[in-house]
């Protein structure tokens, strides 16, 4: 059976034991506004694979860079709003795309994100 993305389906035990943390690591990136996890009606917490990603990149950033938690929320915003630029961006381009050939778009323009962290390892 396969999942959408971005549709929650992990149980916050099986996240922490995939990723090797304890679940009050992941409540504490919750209660810091660093991940927003779905709940059901009973208020269970569930994760998309989004989620699992984020997590992961936060991992990354804290265990092998060594920020804090309020660095990564800056790096996590910055993230985000480079995102959103670049979203309007290609926007932009494209309404003068249309606007030079006369409201006709013959050119399709596919960005990818510009945006990637790099993790280098000491020798």
């Given at each position: 059976m396969e999942h959408n993305y971005?549709?929650?389906?992990?149980?916050?035990?099986v996240v922490a034991k995939v990723l090797s943390i304890h679940?009050?690591?992941?409540?504490?990136?919750?209660?810091?506004?660093?991940?927003?996890?779905?709940?059901?009606?009973?208020k269970i917490r569930l994760y998309s694979q989004r989620d699992i990603d984020r997590i992961k990149l936060i991992l990354r950033l804290t265990r092998d860079m060594g920020i804090n938690l309020a660095g990564v929320d800056v790096i996590l915003?910055?993230?985000?709003?480079?995102?959103?630029?670049?979203?309007?961006i290609n926007e932009l381009?494209?309404?003068?795309?249309?606007?030079?050939?006369?409201?006709?778009?013959?050119?399709?323009?596919?960005h990818q994100s510009s945006f990637d962290l790099i993790f280098y390892e000491k020798k």
């Open positions: 971005d549709e929650p389906v992990y149980l916050i035990s679940p009050q690591t992941l409540r504490q990136y919750e209660r810091e506004g660093l991940i927003e996890p779905s709940r059901t009606d009973g915003k910055l993230k985000n709003q480079i995102q959103e630029f670049e979203n309007l381009r494209l309404e003068l795309s249309k606007k030079e050939n006369g409201g006709k778009s013959k050119a399709v323009i596919k």
